[in-house]
């Protein structure tokens, strides 16, 4: 246990960071390993952040995704010809793009999600309820502190 405010606010930094490091390996290769048919991980990701972050710039999926802004054209342009993505000039900023989910991006979206829910959740089972109960607080205590005042992640 930490003795100064500083080391505990170092052990608290270094847990969350592990824990979200570890579940997000995990996720990954969970979907490395079941393929989700139609999608690379990338695309995946990509749509996934686009739910969450509706009317996103491609260069915000780019940070997010950490690839350079032409892997991430190429990425998009896909799923718009897929229409499972669309693309379409900002209103207030004509230069700005925005993206968002199409029906058939959602329909994706929400059968691959699953397949990535639930080896977290089988995970989790062995945990007594009122331990799954404090991860729920914990990670709804957590998250508000790292999002933007724009609504999505803070930038890298």
């Known amino acids: 246990m930490a ?10 930094a270094v847990a969350v960071m ?66 499972l993505l669309g693309r379409r000039v900002d209103a207030d900023d004509r230069r700005r793009q925005t993206l968002a989910l199409t029906v058939a991006g959602r329909r994706m979206l929400d059968s691959h999600l699953p397949l990535a829910r639930r080896p977290v959740a089988d995970r989790l089972e062995s945990f007594p309820m009122d331990e799954r109960e404090r991860v729920r607080a914990a ?12 609504g999505g992640p803070e930038p890298a």
């Open 139 to 150: 990670m709804a205590l957590v998250a508000p502190h790292f999002v933007s005042s724009r």
């Open 3 to 12: 003795t100064n405010p500083r080391d505990d606010l170092a052990a608290c």
């Open 18 to 83: 592990d824990a979200g490091l570890l579940v997000s390996r995990f996720v990954r290769a969970e979907l490395w390993r079941q393929k989700p048919a139609g999608l690379s991980l990338a695309q995946f990701r990509g749509l996934a952040y686009v739910n969450a972050y509706p009317d996103c710039a491609p260069s915000e999926l780019a940070d997010y995704l950490m690839l350079t802004r032409p892997a991430v054209t190429r990425l998009v342009d896909e799923l718009v010809r897929r229409r």
